[in-house]
């Protein structure tokens, strides 16, 4: 199908997804009271059983969509695991979802090492501190183990941990969904076999 036809609302659909969910996200920053880069990430474990968490997006581009984590956290290891994870941001103020399916890559220690250089002193520090996702006896012993990586690196220069780094999402499928009156909603399927494919695009029934 062409997009000859294809609209969200008022506003027609171009041929490119990713600046079509550019464009959704730069209007969400405008109107979302927190986080408009928050999304719902989901994952399977070794069982098939599904997992779902809360994160932020720190980049994307037309290679696909970018966050961090510790891949020791139940997340890293089921998406390392499996190659393979879903996202949905949901903009309340815009009444907006977008979809997303793919497999992952992990980013490169370049893309890594650049994004980890900015986050806060403290967030470093505790990369380094935490065993994320697993028991922690004592709320105590984590900050204590935060001072003591302090006394290690008492300076600016923190380097990243080796198991602290990014995942990217390569889409096969983004789904962009519009609310609509009545529940007549306007849902926009994009989907390739491939990364480098040409997309193809659809309308779905609501």
């Known amino acids: 199908m062409t997009n000859d036809s294809l609209s969200l609302g008022e506003n027609p659909v171009g041929d490119d997804p990713f600046a079509q969910f550019g464009q959704w996200l ?10 408009p880069n928050a999304l719902a990430l989901a994952s399977v474990d070794a069982s098939g059983l599904p997992d779902v968490r809360m994160v932020l997006l720190k980049d994307f581009d037309a290679r ?20 393979k994870a879903a996202m949905c941001f949901h903009w309340k103020s815009l009444r ?21 250089a900015t986050r806060p002193r403290r967030s470093r520090l505790g990369a380094w501190a935490s065993d994320q996702s697993q028991p922690l006896r004592d709320r105590a012993l984590l900050i204590d183990k935060v001072a003591a ?14 198991n602290w780094s990014g995942f990217r999402l390569v889409p096969s499928e983004i789904e962009f969904w519009q609310d609509g009156e009545f529940r007549l909603h306007d849902r926009i399927l994009f989907k390739r076999i491939a990364e480098g494919d040409a997309w193809t695009l659809g309308r779905l029934y609501p």
Request: proline content about 5%; hydrophobic content about 30%; cysteine-free.
């Open 64 to 83: 696909g969509f970018v966050f961090y984590t510790n891949f020791g956290s139940a997340k890293g290891r089921q998406i390392l695991g499996s190659g």
């Open 26 to 35: 730069e209007e969400a920053g405008a109107t979302e009271i927190n986080d």
């Open 96 to 116: 907006r979802q977008v979809r997303i399916r793919g497999t992952t890559e992990v980013v490169s220690d370049a893309e890594a090492d650049g994004y980890y």
């Open 149 to 162: 990586v302090d006394a290690k690196y008492p300076g600016d220069d923190i380097p990243r941990p080796a």
